[in-house]
């Protein structure tokens, strides 16, 4: 199997079963030849709602329903794993279960929805143990998550990474420190970086945005992709990160508080990103 897209379905459980965990082993009967009672896999509930903006050049989701085998395992060749819109619900832990083979040829994971996930740092990790050539991480909607668990994966060569939380952030207790983790291990790999929504503080973010002006050897940033919307971005954060990165084509400054009036908007192309630099150099400082 080298592709996997899923949408919620009556099968989510037992297909999110088998790809966390390792099949059981065989309980030992009782004394009445009856099978012990076993911990189920971790529970997933989810509804289809409408589908999340789109992240800038990737995938689009799909409403349409999958029906695979409730037997389903992942292989070592598996290289895109998508769960769409599920909306996973924690259980107490129970008896520790053995990781399962993982995905040693992943490529590309999301596990996008438009509400909250309890998607946690811990299902991730176990998802993600055997993975170090991941290159796609799709978790928006995904608030549980944190820097400090994305500093722990595997994979060191991340090219697309999408943290967006849409029309959640004001519901939520929202980090404000982390994500110069982020930057500190994949500023010279990354090309599309989205912390829309995200609540970390202005200082926060200066120094995470700051990796893109010293990439190794002095080579230029591959980011060509950022989106900021609705975060405390500064002008002068956002000055330094468009002089860094020659390549930027598409930077989402919405609802950017921070901000002065008339800046607070997408910009497409270089020659947009470049105006809004020179519109920042000249504009007056105090947001608006």
């Given at each position: 199997m080298?592709k996997?897209?899923l949408?919620?379905?009556?099968?989510?459980?037992?297909?999110?079963?088998?790809?966390?965990?390792?099949p059981?082993?065989?309980?030992?009967?009782?004394?009445?030849?009856?099978?012990?009672k076993?911990?189920?896999?971790?529970?997933?509930?989810?509804?289809?709602?409408?589908?999340?903006?789109?992240?800038?050049?990737?995938?689009?989701?799909?409403?349409?329903?999958?029906h695979?085998?409730?037997?389903?395992?992942?292989?070592?060749?598996?290289?895109v794993?998508?769960?769409?819109?599920?909306?996973?619900?924690?259980?107490?832990?129970?008896?520790?279960?053995?990781?399962?083979?993982?995905?040693?040829s992943?490529?590309?994971?999301?596990?996008?929805?438009p509400?909250?996930?309890?998607?946690?740092?811990?299902?991730?990790?176990?998802l993600?143990?055997?993975?170090?050539?991941?290159?796609?991480?799709?978790?928006?909607?995904?608030?549980?998550?944190?820097?400090?668990?994305?500093r722990?994966?595997?994979?060191?060569?991340?090219e697309?990474?999408?943290?967006?939380?849409?029309g959640?952030?004001?519901?939520?207790?929202?980090?404000?420190e982390g994500?110069?983790?982020?930057?500190?291990?994949?500023?010279?790999?990354?090309?599309e970086?989205?912390?829309s929504?995200?609540?970390f503080?202005?200082?926060?973010?200066?120094?995470?945005?700051?990796?893109?002006?010293?990439?190794?050897?002095?080579s230029?940033?591959?980011?060509?992709?950022?989106?900021?919307?609705?975060?405390?971005?500064?002008?002068g954060?956002?000055?330094?990160?468009?002089?860094?990165?020659?390549?930027?084509?598409?930077?989402?400054?919405?609802?950017?508080?921070?901000?002065?009036?008339?800046?607070?908007?997408?910009?497409?192309?270089?020659?947009?990103?470049?105006?809004?630099?020179e519109?920042?150099l000249?504009?007056?400082?105090?947001?608006?």
């Amino acid at each position: 199997m080298r592709k996997l897209w899923l949408t919620c379905s009556s099968q989510t459980t037992a297909i999110l079963g088998a790809l966390l965990l390792l099949p059981p082993a065989p309980a030992p009967r009782g004394e009445h030849g009856h099978q012990p009672k076993q911990h189920s896999p971790p529970a997933a509930r989810g509804g289809l709602a409408e589908s999340l903006p789109p992240a800038a050049g990737t995938w689009h989701p799909t409403s349409a329903p999958c029906h695979p085998s409730p037997h389903l395992q992942p292989g070592p060749c598996s290289q895109v794993l998508r769960l769409l819109n599920l909306g996973w619900l924690p259980k107490p832990p129970g008896r520790a279960a053995t990781p399962g083979p993982g995905f040693p040829s992943l490529e590309e994971l999301c596990l996008a929805g438009p509400t909250c996930s309890f998607v946690s740092d811990e299902a991730l990790g176990r998802l993600l143990h055997s993975s170090p050539n991941l290159r796609l991480l799709d978790l928006r909607g995904c608030a549980r998550i944190t820097p400090a668990g994305l500093r722990d994966l595997p994979c060191r060569e991340l090219e697309q990474l999408y943290l967006g939380l849409y029309g959640m952030s004001d519901r939520l207790t929202l980090a404000k420190e982390g994500s110069p983790l982020l930057t500190e291990k994949w500023a010279h790999t990354l090309r599309e970086l989205d912390l829309s929504g995200q609540g970390f503080s202005e200082k926060d973010l200066e120094q995470a945005l700051a990796a893109f002006s010293g990439t190794p050897g002095g080579s230029q940033p591959a980011l060509c992709s950022l989106n900021l919307r609705g975060t405390r971005v500064t002008p002068g954060t956002v000055s330094s990160v468009i002089s860094s990165c020659p390549g930027l084509r598409f930077l989402n400054l919405e609802s950017c508080r921070c901000l002065p009036r008339g800046l607070k908007r997408a910009y497409r192309g270089p020659e947009h990103v470049q105006r809004c630099l020179e519109q920042l150099l000249t504009s007056p400082a105090s947001p608006s």
